[in-house]
């Protein structure tokens, strides 16, 4: 009796195996199928992998799909791609790019929630599928803390010497705006979004910018147009519009852009990556002036010493609607320069600065700063505590010769 219950027990373990077997081998044909399906229908029209797992797998049973949840579960823990959503096909499939690779079809996990996936949200992808697994929070890029001045700038108007015009034009472009925009509303006009500060270098361009900044206490983001131009593609024109979102939610706020002309060039037709991307970045920053109004609390400082160079889309009316000179100072601004900075020195009774002033030098206002510094720093050689005359002819010639012949022309350019 008890031989016969074993065999039949040992035959009713057999067959149960055998059953199991024959169940994992159905599987294992079908994911095989997937798997040259994929290869083929990936050749052919360039689909990931993702989009060919889930057309399929209603075709694999209850078992493979329960195989295939558990593979999910198993993802939790693992690194996963970031990338940007570029465009949601329907509910189910999206149109996603990353950093490193061209755009993809891929499909949309059923767990992920979709009011948040909105267009240009970072997204988690799966390592192997790219499927769209989780949408990542909107965090601001660490770069552009770095550009927000955490203390408002030390210079005020009575640092610059001279630029009587220029700080009344800043003035009303700026300033009286965000101080006092009801002024704007009783005229019935509106206030200009952005202005352009151009001229040489070293006329006082950042340095006004900076007065403005310290004179309405707003918050102060300085960028220059260099760090807008990112190696990855779309990385440029996602820093802009973090930039000016960063500038909404600390209104009153100025952005100031240095050097424009990196990213503001006329456009032309490229086969260069590089140049197409410099391009996008300026056509987002187009955008960006586009989408805010002129009375908010954004105002848009630009500065270039090459505007003859900047596409004219950008500083049209309605974007910049002011262009502020700033020229070489002439005798009066250049003697207020020198009072400034001299200010502070221990001067002999020879020094004079006629001389220095009468001179027919292209002598900017950085280059009268450079001028006091080198005449002090020679007389602390020479262990007096007193600058002379003499001082102040070296520091010129050493200045001017390293600002004619220590560069050769056209480096700046």
Known sequence: MEEEFLKNSNAAI?????????????????????????????????????????????TLGSTLG?????????????????GNLEEIIDESHAIVSTAHGPDYYVAIMSFVDREQLEPNSSVLLHHRLHAVVG??????????????????????????????????????????????????EEMGIKPPKGIILYGPPGTGKTLLAKAVANQTSATFLRVVGSELIQKYLGDGPKLVRQLFRVAEE???????IDEIDAIGTKRYDSNSGGEREIQRTMLELLNQLDGFDSKSDVKV??????????????????????????????????????????????LSDDVNFDELIMAKDDLSGADIKAMCTEAGLMALRMRRMKVTAEDFRKSKENVLYRKKEGTHEGLYL
């Open 301 to 346: 400082i630009m500065a270039t010493n090459r505007i003859e160079s900047l596409d004219p889309a950008l500083i049209r009316p309605g974007r910049i609607d002011r262009k502020i000179e700033f020229p070489l100072p002439d005798e009066q601004t250049k003697r207020r320069i020198f009072n400034i900075h001299s200010k502070r020195m221990t």
């Open 135 to 184: 949408v990542m929070a909107e965090d601001v890029d660490p770069m552009v803390n770095v550009m927000k001045l955490e203390k408002a700038p030390q210079e005020t108007y009575a640092d610059v010497g001279g630029l009587d015009k220029q700080i009344q034009e800043i003035k009303e472009s700026v300033e009286l705006p965000l101080s006092h925009p009801e002024y704007y």
């Open 250 to 256: 600390h209104a009153p706020t100025i952005v100031f």
């Open 66 to 82: 329960s195989t295939l949840g558990s593979t999910l579960g198993s993802t939790e823990g693992t690194p996963m791609t970031v």
């Open 14 to 58: 057999a067959a149960k195996a055998a059953k199991r077997q024959d169940k994992e081998e159905d599987v294992d044909h079908e994911v095989n199928k997937v798997d040259a399906l994929r290869g083929r229908h990936s050749l052919v029209s360039g689909f990931t992998d993702s989009v060919i797992e889930l057309s399929f797998r209603p």
